[in-house]
């Protein structure tokens, strides 16, 4: 993983829809803090996005299965999310 790039583990004391995940389905989540333009043009926070996911995905998170995977996001996030998928 970039060492650029910022994640976060969200306690489930936290009242965000993340954390709301988290204490719903009992699963850890992971907020990437991608870069975003002006500063950082387009593909520079989807790149951010990929480095996470693959990170995640090589089990490099303990506690995390590797088989059941969800991205998601609000606003650009969404779009985020949806291009890290494919």
């Known amino acids: ?3 650029d790039v ?3 583990w969200y306690k489930p004391k936290t009242t965000t829809s993340l954390a ?3 204490i719903d389905l ?8 991608y ?3 002006p500063e950082d043009p387009f ?6 996005c990929l480095s996470v996911a693959e990170w995640v995905a090589a089990g490099k998170v303990e506690g995390f299965d ?7 996001g609000e ?7 949806l291009l890290t998928s494919l």
Not at 26 to 33: I, L, P
Not at 66 to 72: A, C, K
Not at 75 to 81: D, F, T, W
């Open 6 to 8: 910022l994640y976060n």
């Open 35 to 37: 870069r975003r333009a």
């Open 20 to 22: 709301n995940c988290r």
């Open 66 to 72: 590797v088989n059941r995977i969800v991205l998601g």
């Open 1 to 3: 993983m970039s060492a």
């Open 75 to 81: 606003s650009c996030g969404k779009r985020a999310a």
């Open 43 to 48: 593909p520079a926070g989807l790149h951010d």
């Open 26 to 33: 009992g699963c850890g989540v992971v907020s990437v803090h």
